[in-house]
């Protein structure tokens, strides 16, 4: 009762007139206090190994005001410290080789236009590494600018056109969909059997200007994501195991993993939110 009216009177005062040791008040309050602080960590803990070891304080800050808390971001922090809490975020990462330039006279169509309003209509693609044993092996995905959804992927030792083909072929749905594929200069974008394809379901070329990582930036982005939360400090034993766990992983991405740039949904969350409006 005391605590629900500290903003109009004293405590003195009020327990003065409930004849209540100031004392035991404070006491109560202080045992409140610990048990909501015992609370908020244990949900934080759980939270943090739920989504991987993947978020830092914003989005686990989300997702306790899903849960009934407003706890701030430097508390969280200061959590996360204590309970000895590091995001995968946290860890340097380090740059691959880059693979020959591809030198096609084809113009930028996509010119950064990176927010779409139509599912499946750009797509965008890029490759990273991964290590199987002693040797690399690499992953393509294909993104929807829609809702950032991974809708086509890959992964194999070669860092080659035909994981593209893999990545294109592991797709939903009808490809004639897809209007326009956005990549950079990478070789392996570079194929006859791509152009064949492409121009087979229809989708039109555009490639970013060589050595601009910003003109193909939600898919660096994408792969800073995937580098940090899946392939950083991964040793697979066998292709085997890395396509299983890439299933899991791509799975988990598209229904679990809010994303800041999408209101903190997960991409399909997105794209049925956005689909009842226009029903």
């Known amino acids: 009762m005391i ?3 500290c ?8 327990c003065a007139v409930l004849q209540l040791p100031k004392s035991t008040f404070y006491y109560e309050a202080s045992d409140k206090d610990t048990s909501e602080e015992e609370e908020i960590t244990t949900l934080i803990v759980e939270i943090f190994h739920e989504i991987r070891q993947n978020y ?27 309970q000895g809490l590091v995001s995968k975020y946290t860890v340097a990462q380090y740059k691959p080789v880059k693979s020959p330039c591809n030198e096609s006279e084809q113009g930028n169509t996509l010119n950064r236009q ?7 209509k750009v797509v965008v ?8 044993r002693s040797k690399w092996h690499y992953i393509c995905t294909i993104l929807d600018l829609y809702n950032r959804e991974i809708i086509g992927y890959s992964s ?19 490809l004639r969909d897809l209007e326009l594929f956005h990549t ?3 070789s392996e974008f570079k194929n006859q059997a791509i152009e064949e394809l492409l121009e087979t379901f229809n989708i039109d070329r555009s490639l970013s200007m060589k050595d601009c990582p910003y003109d193909n930036a939600v898919a660096e982005a994408t792969y800073k994501v995937i580098k940090t939360e899946f392939v950083y400090g991964e040793t697979f034993a066998t292709q085997e195991q890395l396509n299983l766990s890439l299933f899991d992983y791509v799975h988990w991405y598209n229904h679990i993993r809010i994303h800041g740039s999408l209101g ?5 969350e997105f794209k049925k939110k956005h689909l009842n409006k226009v029903v």
């Open 114 to 120: 990176f927010s779409q309003d139509q599912a499946r």
């Open 56 to 82: 830092g304080t914003r989005k686990i800050k989300h997702e306790l005001y899903k849960k009934g808390f407003q706890v701030s971001r430097r508390r969280i922090g200061r959590i996360m410290e204590e």
């Open 184 to 186: 950079d200069r990478g």
């Open 156 to 174: 194999g030792p070669q860092k080659d056109a035909r994981l593209v083909q893999k990545a294109f072929a592991s797709i939903n749905g009808n």
């Open 7 to 14: 903003h109009k009177y004293s405590v003195s005062a009020m």
């Open 264 to 268: 903190y949904s997960s991409p399909i």
């Open 125 to 132: 693609s890029d490759l990273t590494y991964v290590r199987v």
């Open 3 to 5: 605590q629900n009216y």
